[in-house]
């Protein structure tokens, strides 16, 4: 079965007909690749850069202070999570305008890039849209609007947004850790950008293959809320990277733009014929999603299991006065 790619170039003028093929691919599969989407090649290229330049060439003192907060906001470096993921993050999540609004949040090379950043973020989150209202219609819920209306791109703390750098090492790091370990992420459509393949997704036939790298795409997958709320119809795929699909000694950046649903929204599926059980038991990397729990209560367990109760607790604002 190969892994499905599908060109989205006329998504706006022959929708339904696109919908369909997005939807069975993410019945499937739980991913997809996308071709000839509307996010310009350009602005992906100059979002790497910057991300190369801060991961690759400033050193941990300009960065550490500035740890990720309540707000999705800061950086994270390797080795640091619960699962001792070798993987740095710089994480520049929240609504349009409000890391501006919060500069001492940034480590400072970030400060003066606000505006190239939220560019970016608005455009990702137009193409989650579109996806969104795909679902909907291939679906055919009465509202084309029924996912995409809880997600507004000022909803909450705004959607998230993740810089991955997967390092390069002369040594193996220390023992009982992998590049990412596994998991199926916890909102609703992840937009994933890649400089090399890597990531390795579970298939339909429940064998780990890496999933493809194509300049140009972007791959994108479903997460547990949203497959929660379509009843189960819908499929988030557990994935993973591994030290043999990227060595120790190589390197990989990665970008991530997580659509999630509004804080308040509550997680009521849509009724699906067999899946009763599977959705009263619905459990999503060891966090059970329970009909009526809400989007933010959901986020909230899942940032602990990840980074601890201390930092889903942690003031935004994260050593305003450090340098």
């Known amino acids: 079965m190969d892994f499905p790619i599908i060109d989205v170039s006329d998504i706006d003028n022959s929708q339904l007909s696109i919908a369909g093929k997005i939807t069975d691919a993410c019945k499937t599969w739980g991913f997809i690749l996308l071709k000839n989407h509307n996010i310009p090649v350009e602005d992906i290229d100059e979002m790497f850069q910057l991300a190369r330049e801060f991961f690759l060439n400033m050193g941990e003192d300009k960065k550490a202070p500035w740890s990720i907060n309540s ?4 950086y994270s470096s390797a080795l640091s999570d619960a699962f001792k993921d070798d993987k740095a993050s710089m994480w520049l999540s929240g609504k349009p305008g409000s890391l501006k609004d919060d500069l001492d949040s940034l480590p400072p090379f970030w400060r003066q890039h606000t505006d190239k950043i939220e560019a970016f973020k608005h455009g990702c989150h137009s193409l989650v849209i579109k996806l969104l209202i795909c679902f909907a219609l291939a679906m055919e819920l009465p509202d084309r609007n029924h996912f995409a209306k809880a997600h507004a791109e000022d909803a909450g703390n705004g959607n998230k947004f993740r810089l991955i750098c997967y390092p390069s090492r002369d040594n193996d790091p220390v023992k009982n850790t992998t590049r990412m370990s596994q998991h199926s992420d916890s909102g609703s459509v992840t937009l994933l950008f890649q400089t090399c393949s890597g990531l390795e997704v579970e298939s339909p036939t429940g064998q780990w293959i890496q999933a493809p790298h194509i300049p140009g795409h972007i791959l994108v997958n479903l997460g547990d809320a949203l497959a929660f709320w379509s009843g189960a119809r819908l499929k988030a795929t557990p994935h993973r990277v591994t030290f043999g699909g990227v060595p120790h000694d190589a390197e990989r950046l990665t970008m991530a733009y997580f659509g999630a649903a509004a804080p308040e929204t509550l997680l009521e599926p849509i009724h699906a014929v067999g899946e009763t059980e599977k959705l009263q038991n619905y459990d999503a990397n060891g966090v059970v999603i329970q009909p009526g729990i809400t989007v933010g209560e ?26």
């Open 298 to 323: 959901y986020g909230r367990l899942v940032m602990e299991k990840i980074y601890g109760s201390s930092v889903a607790q942690k003031p935004a604002v994260a050593v305003a006065n450090a340098a």
């Open 71 to 74: 707000k999705y906001v800061g």
